[in-house]
């Protein structure tokens, strides 16, 4: 199994700003994915994280407001940019462990309120 | 029209009902998973399915591939059981990419 953290937990920030969220995975893993879901919506894929190359992101994400890092096999970091109140949300990190039966394992969010 | 639909959106029971929740898809899929999701945020897998039966404890997940349909149950529910309930398709076998169910929200009341 894998174990996801993710910091932080929860923040309040302000509109125009920007806020960066980390996860980091108790094993390595080749495949990070960042996902968002807003109020009361299931999740959708904002981008699949590789190491050692670019992220590749779902329609109607650009690297530009959520740029991500993946500097190693356990660890990646989300980038919220220029914030807006629609950028409330749970940003959720998830990774895939294929040797157990392609078993999904969820970090446990950061809860973000943009004012 | 979602690729994957959920029903009931919301679903009250009394314990130790037993409970059915169901997810249809539209697109053809290499595997189906079920997953829980607590009002603190945490998500945690539940099964996941390619064909036929698992159990786990109380739980029961079934999927009919032919007829697009799968169905988590739990028997003799428990208001721990309260979450919202997830089914997520995965799309083909070259793509890690999930799609998503709305989810159900499950209350189970002592």
């Known amino acids: 199994s894998a174990v996801i953290s993710q910091k932080p937990s929860r923040d309040i920030c302000q509109r125009g700003t920007s806020l960066t969220i980390q996860c980091q995975v108790d094993s390595q893993v080749t495949m990070m994915f960042w996902y968002r879901q807003q109020p009361g919506q299931s999740l959708t894929l904002i981008a699949t994280a590789n190491q050692g190359s670019e992220a590749t992101y779902e329609s109607g994400f650009v690297i530009d407001k959520f740029p991500i890092s993946r500097p190693n096999l356990t660890f990646s970091t989300l980038t919220v940019s220029n914030m807006s109140p629609e950028d409330s949300s749970i940003y959720l990190c998830?990774?895939?462990?294929?040797?157990?039966?392609?078993?999904?394992?969820f970090g446990p969010g950061t809860r973000l309120l943009v004012l | 029209k979602n690729e994957v639909e959920q029903s009931p959106q919301n679903l009250t029971a009394q314990e130790g009902e037993f409970i059915t929740i169901n997810c249809s898809y539209s697109?053809?899929?290499?595997?189906l998973h079920w997953l829980q999701q607590h009002p603190g945020g945490g998500i945690v897998s539940l099964f996941m399915?390619?064909?036929g039966k698992k159990k786990h404890g109380r739980l029961i997940a079934t999927i009919n591939i032919q007829e697009k349909h799968s169905s988590l149950h739990i028997t003799a529910s428990h208001p721990r059981d309260s979450a919202v309930y997830i089914c997520?398709?995965?799309?083909?076998?070259?793509?890690?990419?999930?799609?998503f169910g709305t989810g159900t929200r499950l209350q189970v009341f002592p």
């Open positions: 697109v053809g899929i290499s595997a």
């Open positions: 399915l390619s064909s």
């Open positions: 998830s990774v895939e462990d294929r040797s157990t039966g392609e078993t999904q394992y």
């Open positions: 997520a398709v995965r799309r083909g076998y070259n793509t890690d990419k999930l799609i």
